[in-house]
């Protein structure tokens, strides 16, 4: 609690006990005969202490012109009853408990929006203060801003790791928790990376440190966490808009109220006003205008719970409506780890040539194949343990200029190497390039290789599909999801045994980028012309799916292995790229727009019928008090619910 909320309960506290107090005396009749201004005196005493800061807002807001608030809104009722309790009707307790108890309702929403705000903050703790670095063979404590590139910095065992980097020196667990959720410790050891904002667990590690501060993981999360609640839901705009109108509409309404019953019923002017105050009461919008964000937030804060960040509410409204899931093959259903399984060799080339020519291909290049391929030419060792570097060999990078490199979406690479021209890439590229060649059957990813315009040979690679890609695949069926399809670049053998693996409804393959996109954009369409309002959600991981992944209504990235664009163009990203987490979410997603739903339908047919009561003089005072409070503290009771997330969703119970 911080001291201004301090500060409002101790006011709140006075207030209550000199209520209570007043209400025993009035009780007990020791008020009766009291001169009516000196009893105004006393009921206004606590009346102020509660509430003069509803008043001094809404002074301030009528003098910028902002009228119609709901501080106007108690300002005007409470008003109202004094000026009805100085006619001589007894009015002032009921003045004062509507304050007081707006009050109440108040401090209460304050504890509940901090509540949601502290899981978000929570991932906000990830951020470091402080980075060790070493120089000269000393290390010094500086600011995470002022490490670059190449700097070798110093985790200690406890501390978070403030930079993105290669272990080089060290054997460690990394605790991801405030980053994936995911409680196990992840072990690494010399040649792993480590990403920004996990725990050093035990050991001390020695770090090649590979992205400047405000390019990694921690900077990155950490402005997407800020932005998340900007992007509002359509549901949450249309409160907002509606609140505008709706205040002074009932302002006008209880005007008309209190003017019109003396004069058409013959009730009392008195009579009249205290039902035009009831009705002003009960009408504050403000149980939708703090539960119906409060829910969204509660989503978005159960989300990042299990280590998936919503960019928005209104993506967490569209995820709910999510009925087809296309998802890319590698990285995002595979694992993205190739093993080299044989090389064929041709023309005279030798397997050790075919590797070689085909790793300083890939040399430049970011796609998960070139990474394998390097890693197989280095350590020639197929289990190649970290430990063990005796047999490395190393690729002269000066032989290759990055700017003869061209990366070929969906083909391969093209560069120069000792002048002549390499490809390293599938069939299609050597097709492109009218290179003769004997096209392999084998199961699996075949990496071509050509040199010189000759056919130098092929690399067969494997991949192997995610742990749980299955129980994700079936699980989201489960969940409600008619449609999986899967796309991929690659060879038809390969994406029909993966498919098969894994349970998926439609595969299309052998695909360019651009085609991924025009599949989702056909998909689209056709629902754009059926008349269910479901939803397409397209997952992937790669450079090549940031278009698909903007284009689609739920664009879903993986954030640990994907590429910066994939993540920066998505709208949900799975921080340690777990794809059981997508049913999970949504789950999440639809728990959230059927608690904001029930809040909205609730809150408004509670009023609704309060205020009836009250224009035909049924409710009383405390009927609108609860109208009002009664109303917001169960909506937002309800909408903290969001916040809660069955932490099992592992265990394949979702
Ligand atoms: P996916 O759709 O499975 O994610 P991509 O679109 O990234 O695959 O790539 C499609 C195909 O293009 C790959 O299966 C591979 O044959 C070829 N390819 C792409 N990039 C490379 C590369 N750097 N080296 C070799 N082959 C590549
Ligand atoms: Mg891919």
Redesign the pocket.
């Known amino acids: 609690m911080n001291r201004k909320q301090r500060k409002r309960i101790s006011r709140i506290v006075i207030s209550l006990v000199l209520f209570i107090l007043l209400l025993i005396l009035e009780k007990a009749g020791t008020l009766e005969g009291i001169n009516g201004f000196v009893l105004f005196a006393i009921y206004f005493v606590p009346y102020i202490i509660v509430g003069y800061d509803v008043i001094v807002r809404a002074a301030k807001n009528i003098s910028h012109g902002q009228i119609f608030d709901e501080n106007f809104l108690m300002m005007i009722a409470t008003f109202a009853a004094f000026g009805l309790g100085l006619l001589g009707d007894n009015q002032y307790e009921e003045a004062l408990a509507v304050m007081l108890f707006y009050q109440i309702g108040e401090a209460f929403q304050d504890y509940a929006v901090g509540k949601s705000r502290q899981s978000i903050t929570d991932m906000m703790n990830i951020a470091p203060e402080y980075a060790n670095l070493e120089q000269d063979g000393e290390v010094e404590q500086v600011d995470p801003d002022d490490v670059h590139i190449g700097d070798i910095i110093v985790i200690r065992a406890g501390e978070k790791v403030p930079l993105d980097g290669k272990v080089i020196e060290g054997v460690s667990f990394l605790d991801t928790a405030a980053l994936t959720g995911e409680s196990v410790p992840r072990r690494i050891c010399v040649g792993d990376e480590v990403i920004s904002g996990c725990v050093n667990g035990e050991g001390t590690l020695r770090i090649n440190v590979t992205k400047e501060y405000e390019d990694s993981t921690v900077a990155k999360i950490l402005d997407l966490v800020e932005n998340a609640t900007s992007k509002k839901a359509r549901l949450e705009n249309f409160i907002t808009r509606f609140a505008k109108y709706y205040t002074p509409v009932v302002t006008i309404g209880a005007v008309i109220l209190a003017v019109m019953l003396p004069l058409f019923f013959g009730l009392g002017i008195a009579d009249g006003i205290r039902r035009a105050c009831n009705f002003l009461i009960v009408s504050c919008p403000c149980a939708l205008v703090i539960s119906v964000p409060l829910g969204f937030f509660g989503g978005i804060g159960a989300a990042s719970k299990i280590g998936v960040l919503v960019k928005g509410s209104n993506f967490l409204e569209a995820a709910s409506r999510v009925d087809t899931i296309v998802m890319?093959?590698?990285?995002t259903l595979t694992k993205g780890e190739f093993k080299v399984q044989s090389i064929i060799t041709d023309n005279g080339f030798e397997e050790e040539k075919v590797l070689e020519l085909a790793a300083y291909g890939?040399f430049n290049?970011n796609?998960p194949?070139?990474q394998s391929i390097i890693n197989a030419y280095k350590n020639d060792d197929s289990d190649s343990t970290k430990e063990n570097h005796e047999n490395e060999k190393s690729l002269n990078m000066e032989k290759i200029n990055p700017a003869d490199t061209k990366?070929i979406?969906?083909?391969?690479?093209e560069t120069i190497l000792d002048g002549k021209k390499l490809l390293?890439?599938?069939a299609k590229l050597l097709k492109k390039e009218n290179i003769s060649f004997k096209e392999n059957n084998t199961v699996g990813?075949i990496?071509y290789v050509a040199y010189d315009s000759v056919y130098a040979g092929c690399i067969v690679i494997a991949d192997s599909v995610k742990d749980g890609a299955k129980d994700a695949i079936s699980s989201m069926k489960r969940t409600g999801i008619t449609k999986t399809v899967m796309?991929?670049?690659?060879r038809e053998e390969t994406a029909i045994d993966v498919s098969s693996k894994l349970g998926i409804d439609e595969v299309r393959s052998n695909?360019l980028?651009a085609d991924k996109a025009g599949i989702v954009e056909e998909f689209l369409n056709k629902k754009k012309h059926s008349s269910d309002n479901n939803m397409i959600a397209f997952v992937g991981d790669?450079i090549?799916d940031a278009p698909v992944l903007a284009i689609a209504d739920v664009g879903i990235a993986m954030g640990a292995m994907g590429s910066d664009a994939a993540v920066e163009a998505a709208d949900i990203v799975l921080m340690d790229d777990d794809i059981r987490k997508i049913p999970t979410i949504l789950k999440i997603a639809r728990k959230t727009m059927k608690i904001v739903r029930a809040n909205v339908i609730f809150a408004i047919a509670v009023k609704v019928l309060i205020l009836i009561l009250s224009a035909v003089g049924l409710a009383s005072m405390w009927a609108a008090v609860f109208g009002d409070v009664g109303v917001s503290v169960i909506c937002i009771l309800n909408s903290m619910r969001a916040l809660s997330v069955k932490e099992d969703f592992s265990k394949n119970t979702y």
């Open positions: 890319d093959k590698t990285g890939e290049s796609h194949i070139a990366e979406a969906g083909f391969g690479v390293v890439g599938n990813t990496v796309l991929t670049g690659d695909l980028p790669g090549n």
